[in-house]
């Protein structure tokens, strides 16, 4: 399963477990025999380590239900809609009732279906190649973790189906100011669709066209900078002054990907503001225009770029690229891609994801949702406007 209910009980330990950070390659051999002796360190821990983190990840959970920032359940519940009941969709976040539940015994058998020898990635970053070679022939080879070496079951390896749907969460957001002064009352809207994987050619057109759509909240701390200039700001949040938020987020995943757009606004406005998402998609498959897209490339450069001048994130970008590609694209690769894509790129992959089905997640009070049937026929729409309604009495 590719969102474990134990992932959360094993964050605690993957942190250290997977990350080393190292200043000297000198200290290198004082470092991989931990490797040797971690993993009855990692994989046994005390009953009181077992029960400090069950109450941590309880106050996790009860702390995502209580912060005003709801972005974090909403991305939960969007790809639940997305993926329905299969890989990518299945719960993330551990439920409650099972928190009790985990015990040496599962972490053991997770431990022994996930972490084998092809699924696990030794990166470093400001060492020799054959030194690292060498420690890790010396330190890890032959040695046998606490929780086994059996060969793997039950592993899934199921691939992800896009389904679309909605998710609704009607919950009272009154009263999520944690000081004194009020917090207004809002109701927050997510609307996806179905991009592409990380390994599809099409993956920068859809990064690029994340990034033109950009967005953010409607009061940015800081200074210059900020992507006042994507779209998300010029066409919704300075025209419109009742929306608090307007967001753009692109998932990728081996096997498929989500482009979405998160909302914000008075309960009472929640149908215009639906509306307006709706034609920002259908926007998107339209004209683009060289300015706006030369920014955009060169704002996804520049994040790219000064990203990578942290050696923590040089060292995890290389992890995750040989993880999941086998190979790693060095940034120059990347910087050629993005100056690559073309305004029709961006219209042929939004055209693309528009003949799909929406993804669509609400949370707070609903009274004035559209159906999810008529917010599918306006992204199928030439002008993204929502179906008229006539009621007889208001």
């Known amino acids: 399963m590719k969102r474990n ?13 997977f990350r080393l950070p190292i200043g000297l390659p000198a200290k290198m051999k004082s470092c ?9 360190v990692t994989a046994r821990p005390r009953d009181e380590e077992l029960e400090m983190t069950r109450m941590a990840v309880q106050f996790e959970l ?14 939960e519940m ?3 809609a997305a993926y329905r009941e299969n890989t990518v969709g299945l719960q993330r976040l551990c439920p409650a009732e099972n928190v ?22 030794l990166a470093a970053v400001g ?5 690292l070679v060498e420690c890790a022939r010396k330190h890890l080879l032959g040695s046998r973790p606490a929780w086994g070496s059996d060969g793997a079951v039950q592993v899934d390896r199921s691939v992800a189906q896009y389904t679309g749907g909605i998710v609704k969460l009607e919950r009272d957001m009154s009263n999520v100011s944690l000081g004194p002064a009020p917090f207004p009352e809002l109701t927050h809207v997510m609307i996806g669709l179905e991009s592409c994987s990380f390994l599809e050619a099409d993956f920068i057109p859809f990064a690029v066209l994340n990034m033109m759509m950009g967005g953010g909240g409607s009061f940015s701390a800081g200074g210059p900078g900020k992507g006042m200039f994507t779209r998300l700001y010029l066409n919704v949040l300075n025209r419109h002054h009742w ?3 307007a967001t753009s987020y692109h998932h990728s995943y081996e096997d498929t990907g989500l482009l979405c757009i998160h909302a914000s606004a008075d309960p009472r406005q929640v149908r215009e503001m639906v509306e307006i998402v709706t034609r920002e998609f259908v926007l998107m498959a339209g004209a683009v225009d060289v300015v706006e897209l030369a920014r955009a490339k060169t704002q996804l450069t520049s994040m ?15 992890g995750r690229q040989v993880l999941a590609t086998r190979s790693r694209k060095l940034p120059h690769e990347l910087c050629a891609l993005i100056r690559d894509v073309k305004p029709e790129d961006i219209k042929r992959v939004a055209s693309k994801m528009l003949r799909g089905k929406p993804a669509v997640a609400a949370l707070g009070a609903l009274g004035h949702l559209p159906t999810y049937e008529h917010i599918q026929a306006a992204l199928a729409s030439k002008d993204g406007r929502l179906p008229r309604t006539y009621r007889l009495f208001r």
């Open 5 to 17: 209910i134990l992932v959360e009980l094993l964050t605690f330990w993957k942190n250290w477990h």
């Open 32 to 40: 991989l025999p931990w490797k040797s002796t971690g993993a009855s």
């Open 62 to 75: 009860e702390d995502l239900n209580m912060r005003p920032d709801p972005e974090p359940l909403l991305t």
């Open 78 to 80: 969007i790809h639940q």
């Open 100 to 121: 009790a539940k985990m015990d040496r015994a599962e972490l053991h058998a997770y431990l022994r279906n996930y972490y084998t020898p092809d699924r696990m990635v």
């Open 127 to 131: 060492v020799e190649h054959q030194h």
């Open 243 to 245: 929306m608090y938020n």
């Open 304 to 318: 790219l770029m000064m990203n990578l001048e942290a050696r923590p994130v040089v060292f995890e970008d290389v």
